[in-house]
């Protein structure tokens, strides 16, 4: 079981843990639970465009980027399974949940209510990841619980 914790800056925490486990009966490649928990807060003055994003496949795929809402502060968890279909390729299944506390209303302008967001939004799907010599290029296919769905590419991991 492995435990990261980082602060990227004085306003935000990411917790991730990673749980290995066998659900399925895999050969080979490591099967892996992984749980992410990130929140933030801004005090003081707050231009629109610092605010928090929050939608699209860095935040709750099955929205596109931005599109749950823009807030001062935020909480956001991911719980993801990440299995193995062949050696270079590998399948997840995920749900997100992002809010930003009601804090959208707070930032200059009010983007997220000007824009209807809804400021809090649930996405769940599938994925595939592919090893490539770019390194991993992710593709995810998200609902969200306003009846919508998005595809999100990526090269990279998310955490």
């Known amino acids: ?23 399925f009966g895999f050969t080979s490649g490591d099967q892996t639970l992984v749980f992410n928990l990130q929140g933030g807060t801004v005090i003081g003055d707050l231009p629109a465009y610092e605010a928090f994003s ?5 935040s709750v795929r099955g929205y596109q980027s931005g599109e749950v809402g823009a807030g001062r502060s935020y909480l956001q968890a991911t719980a993801e399974y990440r299995f193995p279909v062949f050696t270079w390729l ?8 992002a809010t930003d506390l009601g804090s959208g209303d707070t930032v200059t302008g009010e983007p997220g209510e000007v824009r209807d967001k809804p400021g809090s939004g649930l996405g769940y799907g599938v994925g595939v990841r592919v090893r490539s010599p770019f390194g991993p290029v992710q593709v995810d296919f ?5 009846g919508d769905s998005q595809v999100h590419l990526g090269v990279g991991e998310r955490f």
């Open 54 to 58: 929050l939608g699209g496949g860095s």
């Open 1 to 23: 079981m492995r435990e990261d914790v980082t602060q990227r800056s004085p306003s935000e925490v990411f917790i991730t843990q990673y749980v290995p486990m066998e659900l």
């Open 90 to 97: 590998g399948g997840r299944i995920f749900a997100d949940y």
């Open 142 to 146: 998200g609902l969200n619980d306003q």
